[in-house]
């Protein structure tokens, strides 16, 4: 090998899009440029306008445009591929750059806007030469000669070239930003722009101002560099998101986009990834923003710290079953099997559920109920009370936020404890009552041997913290008991100790209080403790919490994702939308808020369709998933056919509703469907229909929502009631009601349609 060959992340991108055959071409290309990139087959020239940039052949038409990079510390030299163009679309003003905040190596296409924008901007470009090309290909690309439009406000006006540097837009694209005065032509500028600047160009086109760009994009980004590091190509290779062209590049190429969460973080993402934390820490960020592909990464990174040593220090752990399967499967392509056997990735209650196994004798253990079935058990109790105060919907909420929440042990503890938040007072007399029939309840479900996930969370984290607190006891009376908390003693003895060293956490937002103090007690507290990723706009199980209140203390150790990898602009608006006004806390004492929420994806606006009557939203969502489904299968240039099994999806608001969905698509319209369980996926069909809590961390290319209807969304039969009775419980209902929307509007990708008859939801945005 003469030279090593690195491919710019931008350019991978690009190949993943092209034809099967381009591909093999530059796979080949690679290969011969590695042995001897002078070979004249390659034909590799320098453009004229910028000394550092080539161009050098795929085949008669492809190019691939390179820079240089400097020699490793081998000698050997390296080249980055910042792109691969068709011939006609090089031309000599190519450039590459350094960016003064980020230190990255950027390729600068002004081709990516079009004529009139450069012509605006005074700027001309030059074919670059090719002995391929015909003569009519160097002909510059014709100027407009239209009749120039009246001169309209450029969208940047409030901008100075001076704000554009200082924010880190690339030397070369400030004019052109200037000059730009529609939304198609700053997308345009957007889409062909290196990375910074597009972020920064987007924040600045969606309304932020440029103090606003400087705290929530510039200034994460930044990077501290050296005197003369406009000059050190090699060093900024370094910085730049590359993947090393190997023999494998063919394999990387064949993954597609799939594949680049697990090399290229954005900066933002890897510094929270990479930090050394002295206690426990929080990201947040709105949908698609990365925090499960951080937490991952995060588990990878302290996986890797791990002194070699049986058991398994690190949990990885979520809401829901399915999403531990998720997790489980992109840790296992993330990281080297050896480092796997190390973690432990269970779902919140399945842990708890260990716990109490671990503290119950065989055969005494108590079987779980749903919260329907134990608010039967409590209707039992207040009939033979003949109570008539409360009803079992309030008592129930009580229990599950009050008694178990605050894990109050006594009459006593009832009478002392807050109950700010819940609505209805309850003098003392009321709470002796109330305690009175919830201790009713609880003797009944215990002597069914029968309890819900809250009781056995709350049981378990009282295990969990008598264990931390025998822990800290032996410790204060054998301080110099230095044996890792994750390893057994020389004697091979089992010792107490704390389950975990490091505990990292995905969907936060809807863990409980009792789930919270469960997991504050399995680590001891130190550095790299507790890593916690949520977004409390989509809690959608009425459990809030205040992690100081529970032993977890995240100041100064908070830092929030704003882009969204997965959403386009077009449809993260208007989900923005179904949330704004509404107040969210930071899971602690703080707010929360999607201020700097954007994408630099583009696609068209989500679809509103007002139908007569169910019959007609079936047919007309038929006619939807066939559409998609053809534009899905339509055969690439290469012949190959998509397989839209999993892309397709549609989203309902209730469970009934779901299999009503699929039994009509399947019997009256030959659509094959799969259900959502808890489980996962049911069935091999190809449209996924489920609830919107299913849809939780799910993603999908299109989705439709359906029976988007005033009274179903929210389901004002069922909490209307509370609008007088409990105004508190009322707005928690509304609210949990509108995350559900939020979450199911953001768990696509491309085009996303939302229907209703009747009148609609009165949380969408119309
Ligand atoms: N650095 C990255 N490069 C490429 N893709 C990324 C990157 N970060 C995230 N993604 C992709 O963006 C999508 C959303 O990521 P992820 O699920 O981690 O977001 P999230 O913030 O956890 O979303 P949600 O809160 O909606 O569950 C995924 O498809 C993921 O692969």
């Known amino acids: 090998m003469t030279a090593r060959l690195s491919l710019y992340q931008k350019a991978e991108n690009e190949l993943y899009k092209m034809d099967s055959s381009v591909k093999t071409k530059f796979y080949d290309f690679c290969h011969q440029f ?36 400097g020699t490793g510390a081998d000698g050997i030299q390296q080249w980055l591929i910042v792109a691969v163009r068709h011939r006609k679309d090089v031309y000599e003003e190519l450039t590459v750059a350094i960016n003064r905040i980020t230190g990255e190596i950027e390729f600068v296409d002004l081709g990516v806007v079009g004529q009139s924008v450069l012509q605006r901007a005074g700027l001309r470009l030059t074919p670059a030469p090719d002995e391929q090309a015909t003569p009519a290909e160097h002909t510059p690309a014709p100027v407009e000669t239209r009749e120039p439009a009246p ?38 500028l957007i889409a062909g722009a290196p990375r910074l600047t597009a972020e920064v160009l987007t924040g600045l086109g969606s309304g932020m101002t440029v103090e606003e760009v400087e705290r929530e994009i510039t200034l994460p980004a930044a990077t501290p560099l050296e005197p003369g590091f406009e000059n050190d190509m090699a060093t900024a290779l370094t910085r730049t998101a590359v993947t090393t062209v190997d023999d494998d590049i063919r394999n990387v190429l064949a993954e597609g986009d799939f594949r680049a969460w697990k090399v290229y973080l954005h900066p933002t993402q890897r510094k929270i990834v990479e930090r050394n934390y002295n206690g426990p820490a929080r990201v947040s960020g709105g949908p698609g923003t990365g925090k499960t592909i951080v937490a991952l990464h995060r588990v990878a990174r302290l996986a890797a710290a791990l002194p070699s040593g049986p058991g398994r220090p690190i949990l990885l752990t979520t809401y829901t079953k399915n999403l531990t399967a998720d997790l489980r499967s992109r840790l296992t392509s993330l990281i080297p099997p050896a480092l796997l056997g190390r973690i432990d990735i269970k779902h919140i209650d399945q842990l708890a559920q260990s716990v109490l196994n671990d503290n119950t004798s065989p055969g005494s253990q108590r079987s779980l109920i749903t919260d329907d079935q134990a608010m039967d058990v409590l209707r039992e109790v207040l009939f033979e009370h003949d109570e008539q105060r409360w009803d079992a919907e309030f008592l129930f909420d009580e229990w599950e936020q009050i008694v178990l929440g605050q894990s109050l042990a006594t009459r006593q503890d009832y009478f002392k404890a807050r109950r700010a938040g819940m609505g209805r007072a309850l003098n003392r007399p009321e709470r002796a009552a109330v305690w009175k029939l919830l201790d009713q309840f609880a003797l009944r479900l215990n002597g069914l041997g029968r309890e819900t996930w809250a009781q056995a969370a709350e049981r378990a984290a009282r295990y969990e913290m008598e264990r931390a607190r025998k822990i800290q006891i032996r410790a204060e009376h054998k301080p110099d008991d230095s044996t890792p908390n994750h390893l057994d003693d020389a004697s091979g003895t089992r010792r107490l100790r704390h389950r975990y060293q490091h505990i990292v956490v995905d969907e936060a937002q809807d863990l409980s209080p009792a789930h919270w103090k469960m997991l504050r007690a399995m680590a001891a507290p130190g550095p790299d403790d507790l890593f916690i990723a949520g977004d409390t706009h989509q809690r959608i199980y009425d459990r809030q919490v205040t992690l100081s209140t529970v032993g977890i203390n995240i100041r100064g150790r908070s830092s929030k994702l704003t882009l969204s990898y997965r959403t386009t602009q077009e449809i993260l608006d208007q989900a923005a939308k179904i949330v704004r006004g509404a107040a969210y806390d930071d899971l602690d004492d703080g707010t929360d808020t999607l201020d700097g929420y954007q994408s630099l994806l583009r696609g068209p606006a989500p679809e509103y369709v007002a139908c007569t009557d169910w019959t007609d939203e079936i047919t007309q969502l038929a006619q939807t998933l066939g559409q998609w489904r053809a534009e899905i299968t339509r055969p690439a240039v290469d012949g190959t056919v998509r397989d839209p099994s999993g892309h397709l999806a549609v989203c309902v608001a209730d469970g009934e509703m779901a299999d009503r969905v699929a039994a009509d698509l399947e019997t009256k319209h030959g659509i094959t469907t799969t259900t959502l369980t808890k489980d996962g996926p049911q069935g091999d069909g190809e449209v996924h229909i489920g609830t919107m809590h299913r849809f939780k961390g799910l993603e999908y290319q299109r989705l439709a929502i359906i029976g988007a209807s005033d009274g179903i969304i929210p389901r004002t039969a069922f909490i209307d009631k509370y609008a007088t009775t409990d105004p508190n419980r009322y707005e928690r209902e509304l609210k949990k009601s509108r995350n559900q929307l939020f979450v199911a509007t953001t768990r696509v990708r491309d085009a996303l349609r939302i229907s209703w008859h009747g009148r609609p939801s009165p949380f969408l945005p119309l």
Not at 34 to 48: A, G, T
Not at 57 to 66: M, V
């Open 34 to 69: 590695r042995i001897n990139p002078d070979h004249p087959s390659l034909d590799l020239q320098p453009l004229k306008g910028d000394s550092r940039i080539f161009r050098a052949k795929i085949d008669r038409s492809y190019r691939a445009l390179l820079a240089r990079a």
């Open 151 to 188: 001169p309209a406000e450029p969208i940047l006006a409030s901008c100075a070239p001076e704000d554009l540097r200082r924010l880190g837009v690339v030397d070369a694209l400030i004019a052109i930003a200037l000059t730009v005065t529609d939304d198609e032509e700053l997308d345009q």
